[in-house]
């Protein structure tokens, strides 16, 4: 499984950014979908996540309300809305699967920087 994130960029308080992450290769296989960040001196935190046999998505506490993730199958892409931004939310997000494997792949991740 390959991991591909993109639409990060810079954005101010309070506003809006999707990020979205493209996977290729054996992605029927993957059973746990989810976004991660990771800020400078920062131990890396789940953001959010979306097992694929249903259910609610799990947040973080910090997200919670903001963000909503999200999977289309058919386009074998894994989003990520994230709204009210705070500089606090400043991180590299990375994408992450997990596979009935199980194995556990990681996207380079994407940048999203919230200035005050």
């Known amino acids: 499984v390959r991991l591909v994130e993109s639409g990060g960029g810079s954005v101010q308080a309070g506003g809006s950014l999707t990020l979205s992450c493209a996977a290729s290769?054996?992605?029927?296989?993957?059973?746990?979908a989810a976004w991660y960040r990771q800020a400078p001196g920062k131990q890396r935190e789940m953001v959010a996540r979306?097992?694929?046999?249903?259910?609610?998505?799990d947040y973080g506490d910090a997200v919670k309300g903001r963000f909503t993730i999200s999977r289309d199958n058919a386009k074998n892409t894994i989003d990520l809305e994230m709204t009210d931004l705070k500089p606090e939310d400043t991180a590299l997000y990375l994408c992450n699967a997990k596979t009935w494997g199980p194995s556990e792949y990681w996207g380079q991740g994407t940048q999203v920087t919230v200035s005050s």
């Open positions: 979306l097992r694929s046999g249903g259910g609610s998505p």
């Open positions: 290769g054996s992605t029927f296989s993957i059973n746990v």
